[in-house]
């Protein structure tokens, strides 16, 4: 039986996050009359996350009916690929076990899938749960976090001009992902002490690929709770070498196969051009200035990125071997 809506979270030892999660879930207002259901993927966690989910399940008195999944391949687009694939949803909504829905985002979500029916996917309006308050010195570098604060009006992204959003708190039509999106992406997920993203871009590149747009709806809102230590120095370092590193397949990803050895050249140029004016202008600051060191770190290994994936790239062959 096909269902209004499937809201996916992906978690990986959420056990003191995903509680927050499902009670924001059970407090939805407006889905009297949809059928939904949420679905709690385990990206194969060592804490207490299944038997939490499955205590919960014991006492669920609700009419939508609370799922587990298990994925023991580690990685959120694992998670996120078999979450909509197991979905029962025409609607799948996406959350991290530390994004907390407002009251009316199911139904803000829904309402406008259907007034725009060539949306493929719509993006939430994320704000920052920070457990401190960050420094002023970094505000301009917050939306690295998976902050997406774009105005009060709803819009299309254009890929080429902004980039794509963040994959929390994203709501997709199941079907345009199932038919689009490669069940095996080249970019998984942050894992252990690798801060190499990328997969909730290229998910969404697929879908605008396909000629479905991709919207910013700010009625749907998600708080994203952001520890303290994500805005230590370390973190920080690393999240904008992630970054960075990701750069170049993004890149390619939007351009036709015979544009992309031109465009390897043109880009490591301008790469280049970047990387070094940018130091010689900051380079007495970088001690002091903390976004201008997070921004030296990402464009450096914007530079290092096409080298880097190629050799990634040829250990994933040779593994898979």
């Given at each position: 039986?096909?269902?209004?809506?499937?809201?996916?979270?992906?978690?990986?030892?959420?056990?003191?996050?995903?509680?927050?999660?499902?009670?924001?879930?059970?407090?939805?207002?407006?889905?009297?009359?949809?059928?939904?259901?949420?679905?709690?993927?385990?990206?194969?966690?060592?804490?207490?996350?299944?038997?939490?989910?499955?205590?919960?399940?014991?006492?669920?008195?609700?009419?939508?009916?609370?799922?587990?999944?298990?994925?023991?391949?580690?990685g959120a687009a694992f998670a996120r690929t078999?979450?909509?694939?197991?979905a029962k949803g025409e609607l799948v909504g996406?959350?991290?076990?530390?994004?907390?829905?407002?009251?009316?985002?199911?139904?803000?979500?829904?309402?406008?899938?259907?007034?725009?029916?060539?949306?493929?996917?719509?993006?939430?309006?994320?704000?920052?749960?920070?457990?401190?308050?960050?420094?002023?010195?970094?505000?301009?570098?917050?939306?690295?976090?998976?902050?997406?604060?774009?105005?009060?009006?709803?819009?299309?992204?254009?890929?080429?001009?902004?980039?794509?959003?963040?994959?929390?708190?994203?709501?997709?039509?199941?079907?345009?992902?199932r038919d689009n999106v490669p069940r095996q992406?080249?970019?998984?997920?942050?894992?252990?002490?690798?801060?190499?993203?990328?997969?909730?871009?290229?998910?969404?590149?697929?879908?605008?690929?396909?000629?479905?747009?991709?919207?910013?709806?700010?009625?749907?809102?998600?708080?994203?709770?952001?520890?303290?230590?994500?805005?230590?120095?370390?973190?920080?370092?690393?999240?904008?070498?992630?970054?960075?590193?990701?750069?170049?397949?993004?890149?390619?990803?939007?351009?036709?196969?015979?544009?992309?050895?031109?465009?390897?050249?043109?880009?490591?140029?301008?790469?280049?051009?970047?990387?070094?004016?940018?130091?010689?202008?900051?380079?007495?600051?970088?001690?002091?200035?903390?976004?201008?060191?997070?921004?030296?770190?990402?464009?450096?290994?914007?530079?290092?990125?096409?080298?880097?994936?190629?050799?990634?790239?040829?250990?994933?062959?040779?593994?898979?071997?």
């Amino acid at each position: 039986m096909l269902l209004d809506f499937s809201v996916v979270i992906p978690t990986y030892n959420g056990e003191n996050r995903l509680l927050m999660v499902l009670e924001k879930l059970q407090a939805q207002t407006g889905v009297e009359k949809l059928q939904w259901e949420i679905i709690v993927v385990d990206n194969n966690s060592s804490d207490r996350t299944a038997k939490l989910v499955q205590q919960y399940q014991a006492n669920w008195q609700h009419p939508f009916p609370l799922r587990y999944i298990l994925e023991p391949e580690q990685g959120a687009a694992f998670a996120r690929t078999t979450g909509v694939h197991e979905a029962k949803g025409e609607l799948v909504g996406f959350l991290d076990d530390d994004n907390l829905p407002a009251a009316n985002w199911i139904i803000e979500a829904y309402k406008f899938a259907q007034n725009y029916p060539n949306a493929g996917a719509l993006a939430s309006q994320i704000h920052g749960d920070f457990a401190v308050q960050p420094p002023a010195d970094i505000k301009p570098i917050l939306f690295y976090l998976a902050i997406t604060e774009r105005g009060n009006q709803p819009h299309i992204y254009e890929p080429r001009m902004k980039g794509f959003p963040p994959t929390a708190g994203l709501v997709v039509r199941r079907d345009v992902w199932r038919d689009n999106v490669p069940r095996q992406l080249f970019f998984i997920g942050r894992i252990g002490s690798s801060m190499i993203g990328g997969e909730d871009a290229e998910s969404l590149f697929y879908i605008h690929q396909a000629g479905w747009q991709i919207w910013y709806n700010p009625a749907m809102e998600v708080d994203h709770i952001i520890p303290a230590w994500r805005l230590e120095k370390d973190y920080l370092h690393k999240l904008m070498r992630g970054v960075g590193l990701s750069r170049y397949y993004l890149r390619m990803l939007l351009l036709p196969p015979w544009q992309q050895p031109l465009f390897f050249f043109l880009y490591l140029l301008n790469d280049t051009r970047k990387l070094i004016v940018y130091y010689l202008r900051h380079k007495k600051n970088f001690d002091t200035d903390v976004v201008a060191a997070y921004e030296m770190e990402r464009l450096r290994a914007t530079w290092i990125s096409p080298f880097y994936l190629g050799w990634l790239k040829i250990n994933n062959l040779v593994r898979n071997k």
